[in-house]
Structure formats: structure tokens, C-alpha cells
Nanobody, 116 residues
Framework: QVQVVESGGGLVQPGGSLRLSCTAS????????MKWFRQVPGKGREMVAG????????NYGDFVKGRFVISRDNIRNTVYLQMNSLTLEDTAVYYC?????????WGQGTQVIVSS
């Protein structure tokens, strides 16, 4: 079964940090680029970060402003999103996406709540 599964979400205070993980199975992970998206109420789904199949290249949404780092471990079939200096506006459901198949493969999402 082809799937990606997110973990690591939760409640964090403003200014804090959180690391999300996404573990893939059912396909050759190292052959595909990976992305993180987030669903923000009233703003739709936004691209947070992307990384090439071998981890050589990464890109980020404009709102990241140097606060987040995407990385991957092709041995563990896992992509990470390290989030620092979190603000209330980062509250969202974060989704992992693999560039596998015609339309890619979506995870179920993990909730991130930034609140004091």
C-alpha cells in the first residue's frame, strides 16, 4: 500500500519549536521529491517546503522566512520539517505529500496549534 504518514504535531507556545516527521511506504522513497503543505483556515492549502529526491535542493514558502528547515533521510524513508520561532499564524493542519503517481500521494495530516 502506497502511503505517507505524518507525526509530531501538537501544542506549542509562541516562539517555540516543533519537528514534524513523515514516513513513507509502498514506493521507492529516494526516487521522489517530497513536500509539506499546510491548511490554514481562510487561506486554503499552502506549500510550506519542498525537497528534491536526493535532498540536494529545498524550497520554502515566502512566509517561512528562514524559520523552517526541511530535510530527509532516505534510509529511514522519512522527511522532516523542523519548525522554529513559531507564531500563532503557523497554526494549521500540516500535510505531507509525495510526488508519486499522477497526482502525488497525500498524508492524513497532523495538527499544529501554536498558543499560549
Amino acid at each position: 500500500q502506497v502511503q505517507v504518514v505524518e507525526s509530531g504535531g501538537g501544542l506549542v507556545q509562541p516562539g517555540g519549536s516543533l519537528r514534524l516527521s513523515c514516513t513513507a511506504s509502498g514506493f521507492i522513497f529516494s526516487s521522489y521529491s517530497m513536500k509539506w503543505f499546510r491548511q490554514v483556515p481562510g487561506k486554503g492549502r499552502e506549500m510550506v517546503a519542498g525537497i528534491s529526491s536526493g535532498g540536494e535542493r529545498a524550497n520554502y514558502g515566502d512566509f517561512v522566512k528562514g524559520r523552517f528547515v526541511i530535510s530527509r533521510d532516505n534510509i529511514r524513508n522519512t522527511v522532516y520539517l523542523q519548525m522554529n520561532s513559531l507564531t500563532l499564524e503557523d497554526t494549521a493542519v500540516y500535510y505531507c505529500w509525495a510526488a508519486y503517481g499522477a497526482l502525488g500521494c497525500w498524508g492524513q495530516g497532523t495538527q499544529v496549534i501554536v498558543s499560549s
